[in-house]
Structure formats: structure tokens, C-alpha cells
């Protein structure tokens, strides 16, 4: 007999009633007796001033019930930024280890910033499930390489690769919370409703949650189950049922300067900050070496409308904040009823600092931020109303971000200071923490997570998994803090920090700074200005002690190139976020100069689509037209940014909607007579615009007759973030164009299929070429 499993230890005969089995080589593992249920709820963009439990004006009950009877902590900190922060919660390891530099649209080919996760950092996911925990994604992702995302994409990076059972949510960084762009396990589907029809993500996402729990709880009670619960909230677009919004009316009218010493006397009354905090100036100011964009107006100089606006913009979010913290409270709430939650280890934390992308002044759609476009205060408070709603795609202005980052300097991207990193947590255990509605003081990291959750099961990181010799943790583990005293010393000992260009080290409790702004495209690194400050005494980072401390400032800084060289951090980067985002980067589909399209396919992600941005195109559609033909033929984007050709009461339209900006750059054509056209669009690029836009001239044609031309501009950055796809024969989610409603669906005759050009060919020879394949129809 051959031997076919040499761990085989029962006795094989020629009959089966002679034979002996031996199930012991094939059992699955189970997890430690005891193990906890892992619920990690994770906020995007989310400044410790915030929140309730900190003692900010938003209201959070489920985080404040959690809190009560649970811990807070005041000094945990993350990496500034979406994407490399989720890396860390996903592996333990720190974020350029990962491949995580910065967020997965601005990858730059280098180790430290590559997009891809080496299979040196197994993940969360990956041990639990194969130690007999059932293993959960909800929500949000931003891991994947861009490219990735994709219906026929790669799958290595996606969540069900890398050790989750089930995913329900949206793989880039942001999604409109009204009609988002959803992934269910490795499939993407549109949104099960409208929000005409009550929608909202984060009751959806909450919906799904509750939905695997319960699946599993019916079928497998007795195995542990980890849940990573990442709703869209509080990234922008800012979207909340008006109800929620209306809570807060007349809440931050007195301005974001007045709020943060406010604030600052509530978190040293609750014992977040210690007595003597000190408040950082307000800052940037225009007269500071910043980005300008994230300029601070002052409060008191701004007219009565724009403080009316500025409010509002705040009243959104505060309303996006609760809502959807009500719905976490939903699963919440289930799992006491269940008896689950007094085993349950919650973490309940955000991702970063408040978000400075939506300008000086607001803005009623963030992608002017990624495209380098300013925001128009006129545009802004004509929306004011309709903050929040399916209208818009909202962000508060900066002063908000730095108000919501009380008492620390700045907010996201800025890694050197706290007001980037420093965010809220809350820890809930019953069954494993004694201590209830106590502060813990700690310095933590979001790199200390993983490192916890294995502590507290009782498992480690292999040293070699799948055949791959491991980077061991980078994180310490956190449960000794559980029954600790509140100012217990941590047992961290040093976490760097670098992100877009700005940098920073925090070593056994002082902190090295360097003054460098990002996504400002200065460089000039070897010049930049080393601050230092003494954390244990001074919280807020304000007293600069480089001058009196310089032997200090000189270790902290060679500590920072120590942690540079081995985490592969290096080449520094502060580029301009819309020439990050349109590097070109290696694709499993290269780039070409003809497309075609077919109808009957799911919307192609921009990652993957023909990039038509800053440049001269050309779009064809083939069709063959019955009397009353109408819809969609080719659309791109959404109404904050995108592109449509349909046809609409019997004319062709070409809509190019620039960053959502009324009104649409229309071009319309006769009435159309039934049978074979070529129907198309032509963009000339003339030169560029004052803000980088492309302009130049429209030929809208019906088969080779030019029948509406003139003036447009076009975007050089992406449509969006959201990630609204390319679309043939409808256009998905949110409609490009306020002409139609969604999905309007081509009928009425016979769409053949759509090119899209981007070589210097003329139209009309590419027209030809149409008119030949419709000849043969």
C-alpha cells in the first residue's frame, strides 16, 4: 500500500470491516476553550474631540454605553490615514511593511508603498479562521490594489483571500452612503434599495452584520466568531437622514474657535486631558508653510452666511456621526439579547484625525479636492439645504477638522502631530475586564491590536505560515492595560509615524516632529525643522523643547531614520494628492488606445477603464434605432463628476458634468429618424485651464454630421472616489447627468456596442469603421 499520509495512524485492510480509521489528520482546529467573540468597529476619519465620550458635542450613546462599562483610552494612536492604518489592524504590522505607505490610489512602485500585502504578514483573518473562528468583514475596505478592483480584477487582495468567510461592503476609500458601490463575498451588486425607499448604507451595513451573526449563530452556536465592522462613516461624503442632521440645529453655530476651548475644559473635567493641557494655536493660518488648502478662516472674519453654512456643514456630520452609531448600537443590542456580549471583545476606534479635505470654505463635493479644484462659496451656500442629501457630496471646511482635533495641532495626513494620529478607543470586554468606565492612559497604537486580540485568545503569529517565514508583530499587546492603573506605564516603547511627506517618533514618552506639510509637492526633506516635545508632560505637543533639549531631538531623530530603514518608509513623498492619484502604475489590463464595450455588463470601475481624464477623445456607439428609442448608451462617473451619452425625447445628448458644477456642459442634437447610426462625441484638448483643467472643443455627431459643437473643460483627476463605474446601456448608482433618473436603461431598438478612442485618430475615419460593422449587421 503506498503511503499516501504518513500522519495516518489507523490500519488499512482490502475490506473496510477490517480497516481502522483515524479522522486525526483531517480534524480542523478549534479555537481555545473560552475564546471571545471579537466585534473591531473602525470610523474613518474621526478627531478625539469629537465624540461624547471624549467630551465632544456629538452624541454617541452606544460608544458612551460601551464606555461606561468599559475603558477609554486617551492616547491611542494611528498612522494618519486610511488605507496604511487598516493595514495595520489587518496584520500587526506596521504600515510599510504591509506595502501600506498611503492610501492604495497613490501607490508609487516602491517596497514600502507597492499596494500589495507580502505574504510575510499573515493577516487577522487568516490565523482566527484557521484556528476555528467564523471570520467577518463588513463595511469598508481600501487594501485592494486599485487596479484590483475590478470584476475581472485579481482576487488575491480581496477580503475572502485573506481569511474572511464573508464580506458585505465597498473596496475603495469612500462610497456615496446613498447609492454605494457594493461588493458581496467576491461579487459586486448594486444596493438592495433606493433611498427613496429608506436606504442608507450604514443601516444596510448594520443589516448585513446582523445577518451573518445570526447565520452562524443558527448553524455553528459553538464556534467564536471575529468581526471587522468598518462602516463609511465619518469619511465624506457626509449623508444622514435629515432627522439626525435636524438633532443638531443651532449646535455649532458659535464657530469652530470657540468650540475648541469648549471642548478642551469638558476633556480635562472627564479626565481625557490632564489638568494644565494647554491649547496649540489655531493653525494653519495663510502666513504658515502649509498646504493651502488646509488653511484655517477664522471664525470671527467670516460673514453671517458663511458662519450659517460653516454650521450647517458641522451639523451634517454630527447627524452622519449618530446615525450611524445607532445603527452599531443595533448589532449591539442583538448580541446582549443573545446572551454574546458579555464574552465579547469590542473595539470601538477610528481610523484617523478629522479630515482637512474639504477646504477653507466646505464644499458640497470632495472630489474638487482630489482634482485640484477649488471650492465656490456661492455653489456651497446655494446647497445649504440640501447637505446631506443625495444632492450632495459634502464635506465640512478645515476649521472643523482642526476644532474636532482639539487640543493638538492639525488633523488626517499630518503624522508629526497628534491632531493627525491621536484617536478616540473605547475597549468593552465583560468577561475579560474587571475594571468599568475607567480611563487608561497608555500609549497605544493601531499597530497593538492584532497583538492583542491573540494575547487575550491565547494564540501567536506563526513564525511560518502557509511555508512563508513571518515579520514578526510589530505591535505590543494591550490586555495588560485591562486591569492596570489608569496611569500605569505603557509598555510600548517607541512607534514611528510617516505619511505623505510628514514624519514624526514617539520614544518612551517624548516625541520628535518634523514641520513639513503634505500633498504639497515642496520636497526639500533634508531642510525640513525637527520639533521635540515631552508627551508625558505636555499633551497637546505646544511646548517645543528643541532648543533646550538638542541631545534629546538628536536620538529621537536618529530613532526615526533607525525605524525608516528597517520598515521600508523611504522615499519620502509629498506630491500633490492629484498627481498621486494619476500615476501610472502596472495594470493587468495595459493601457490602450481603442476600447470597445458591450452592452450587458456590470459597470467597469474607473481603475480599469479607459481614461479619457485631461486628454482628447472620442466616444462611438453603434445602434440601430425603432421609433421612441431612449436611454443610456455610454456613461461614466456620477453627478459630481462623470460623463453620459444617452438619448432622451428622440435627440442624442452628450453630458459632460465638470466636478458636479451647474450647469451641465450639454450638447443636443436634432431629432433622430429610426434605423443603423453611429452616434458619438469628440473632445479636442486645447490647452489648460487656470486650475489644471483640460479645455477645448465638443463635436457631438450623428453618423458624419457634426450636429452641436463648442466650448468645454474637462477633469484631469479622477470622476470620483466612490468608485461609480463605466457603464454601457444604463448608468449605475448615482446618474451622471440631472437629465434622467437611474438606471434609464437603453431600449427601443439595438445598442451594438461603444468605443471609446483615445489615440489621435480622426472621428470620422473611426466613424467609418462603425458604419462598416453596422453595415454587416
Not at 35 to 49: C, K
Not at 424 to 446: D, F, L, T
Not at 591 to 600: K, S
Request: proline fraction near 7%.
Amino acid at each position: 500500500m503506498p503511503e499516501f499520509n504518513s500522519d495516518f495512524r489507523g490500519e488499512i485492510k482490502l475490506d473496510v470491516r477490517d480497516s481502522v480509521p483515524d479522522w486525526t489528520p483531517y480534524e480542523l482546529k478549534t479555537a481555545p476553550e473560552g475564546a471571545p467573540n471579537v466585534l473591531v468597529i473602525l470610523f474613518d476619519d474621526t478627531g478625539l474631540a469629537s465624540w461624547s465620550p471624549y467630551g465632544g458635542r456629538i452624541n454617541m450613546p452606544t460608544m458612551d454605553r460601551l464606555a461606561e462599562s468599559g475603558l477609554t483610552y486617551t492616547q491611542w494612536h494611528t498612522t494618519a490615514l486610511c488605507s496604511p492604518t487598516r493595514s495595520t489592524l489587518l496584520t500587526g504590522r506596521n504600515h510599510h511593511v504591509n506595502r501600506a505607505g498611503v492610501i492604495m490610489e497613490g501607490t508609487n512602485g516602491f517596497p514600502g508603498f507597492a499596494g500589495r500585502l507580502p505574504a510575510e504578514c499573515a493577516t487577522i483573518g487568516q490565523i482566527l479562521q484557521e484556528n476555528g473562528y467564523s471570520t467577518f468583514w463588513v463595511g469598508k475596505d481600501h487594501n485592494i490594489p486599485e487596479e484590483d478592483n475590478a470584476p475581472g480584477g485579481n482576487r488575491s487582495m480581496w477580503p475572502l483571500q485573506l481569511g474572511f468567510d464573508r464580506f458585505y461592503g465597498f473596496l475603495g476609500g469612500e462610497t456615496n452612503n446613498w447609492y454605494p458601490d457594493l461588493v458581496e463575498d467576491n461579487h459586486f451588486i448594486e444596493a438592495p434599495a433606493t433611498p427613496e425607499e429608506g436606504y442608507h448604507l450604514s443601516k444596510d451595513l448594520a443589516d448585513q452584520a446582523l445577518k451573518m451573526i445570526r447565520n452562524q449563530q443558527a448553524s455553528n452556536p459553538s464556534k467564536p466568531w471575529y468581526m471587522w465592522y468598518c462602516p463609511g462613516a465619518n469619511h465624506a461624503p457626509h449623508h444622514a437622514p435629515q432627522e439626525y442632521i435636524d438633532k443638531y440645529k443651532g449646535v455649532f453655530d458659535d464657530g469652530y474657535d470657540s468650540y475648541r476651548e469648549w471642548v478642551l475644559e469638558r476633556m480635562i473635567e472627564k479626565g481625557i486631558l490632564p489638568e494644565g493641557t494647554a491649547l496649540t494655536p489655531f493653525n494653519p493660518l495663510p502666513e504658515d508653510d502649509a498646504n493651502p488648502a488646509d488653511y484655517v478662516r477664522p471664525w470671527d472674519e467670516l460673514s453671517d452666511d458663511e458662519k450659517r453654512l460653516f454650521a450647517r456643514f458641522a451639523e451634517v456630520f454630527a447627524g452622519f456621526s449618530e446615525y450611524t452609531d445607532a445603527q452599531v448600537g443595533r448589532v449591539i443590542d442583538y448580541l446582549e439579547e443573545t446572551g454574546q456580549l458579555d464574552n465579547t471583545l469590542i473595539f470601538y476606534c477610528a481610523d484617523n484625525g478629522a479630515s482637512g479635505e474639504g477646504s477653507p470654505d466646505g464644499s458640497v463635493n470632495e472630489n474638487k479636492f482630489f482634482n485640484g479644484y477649488p471650492d465656490d462659496l456661492a455653489e456651497n451656500l446655494a446647497m445649504i439645504d440640501k447637505l446631506g442629501s443625495p444632492d450632495t457630496y459634502n464635506h465640512y471646511p478645515t476649521g472643523w477638522a482642526a476644532a474636532f482635533s482639539t487640543p493638538f495641532q492639525m488633523f488626517k495626513r499630518y503624522s508629526q502631530y497628534a491632531g493627525g494620529t491621536c484617536d478616540p478607543m473605547v475597549i468593552h470586554w465583560p468577561k475579560g475586564i474587571e475594571a468599568q468606565g475607567e480611563m487608561r492612559h497608555q500609549y497605544h497604537h493601531s499597530v497593538d491590536v492584532v497583538a492583542t486580540v491573540l494575547d487575550v485568545i491565547g494564540l501567536e503569529m506563526p513564525e511560518v505560515y502557509r511555508g512563508v517565514q513571518q515579520h514578526p508583530l510589530d505591535g505590543v499587546s494591550m490586555k495588560s492595560s485591562f486591569d492596570a492603573a489608569p496611569d500605569a506605564p505603557s509598555e510600548k516603547k517607541t512607534q514611528y509615524y510617516s505619511m505623505l511627506g510628514t514624519r514624526g517618533i514617539w520614544k518612551d514618552g517624548w516625541k520628535a516632529a518634523a514641520v513639513h506639510a503634505p500633498l504639497t509637492g515642496k520636497g526639500d526633506f533634508e531642510n525640513d525643522v525637527w520639533e521635540l516635545y515631552n508627551v508625558e508632560e505636555d499633551r497637546s505637543e505646544s511646548n517645543n523643547l528643541a532648543a533646550t533639549h538638542p541631545e534629546k531631538l538628536e536620538e529621537l531623530v536618529a530613532a526615526w531614520f533607525e525605524e525608516a530603514e528597517a520598515n521600508f518608509v523611504l522615499p519620502l513623498d509629498d506630491r500633490s494628492a492629484r498627481d498621486q492619484l494619476t500615476v501610472e502604475r502596472p495594470q493587468a489590463e495595459p493601457p490602450r488606445d481603442r476600447y470597445v464595450y458591450y452592452p450587458d455588463t456590470a459597470a467597469v470601475p474607473e481603475s480599469v477603464a479607459v481614461n479619457v481624464r485631461g486628454r482628447s477623445f472620442k466616444i462611438i456607439a453603434d445602434v440601430v434605432l425603432e421609433e421612441g428609442a431612449q436611454g443610456v448608451l455610454f456613461a461614466h462617473g456620477s453627478r459630481f463628476g462623470g460623463h453620459s451619452l444617452f438619448i432622451k425625447d428622440n435627440k442624442l445628448t452628450y453630458v459632460y458634468n465638470f466636478l458636479g458644477i451647474p450647469p451641465e456642459q450639454t450638447f443636443t442634437s436634432g431629432e433622430l429618424t429610426p434605423g443603423p447610426h453611429t452616434l458619438g462625441v469628440e473632445f479636442t484638448r486645447e490647452k489648460s485651464g487656470e486650475h489644471g483643467e483640460a479645455v477645448g472643443t465638443a463635436k457631438l455627431y450623428v453618423d458624419d454630421q457634426v450636429v452641436a459643437e463648442g466650448p468645454m473643460r474637462t477633469q484631469v483627476g479622477k470622476f470620483t472616489l466612490c468608485g461609480d463605474g463605466l457603464c454601457i446601456g444604463w448608468d449605475s448608482a448615482d446618474p451622471v447627468s440631472r437629465q434622467y433618473s437611474n438606471p434609464f436603461p437603453f431600449s427601443g431598438g439595438k445598442l451594438l456596442g461603444v468605443g471609446v478612442d483615445v489615440s489621435p485618430e480622426q472621428y470620422l475615419d473611426l466613424e467609418l469603421e462603425a458604419a462598416a460593422m453596422l453595415s454587416r449587421e
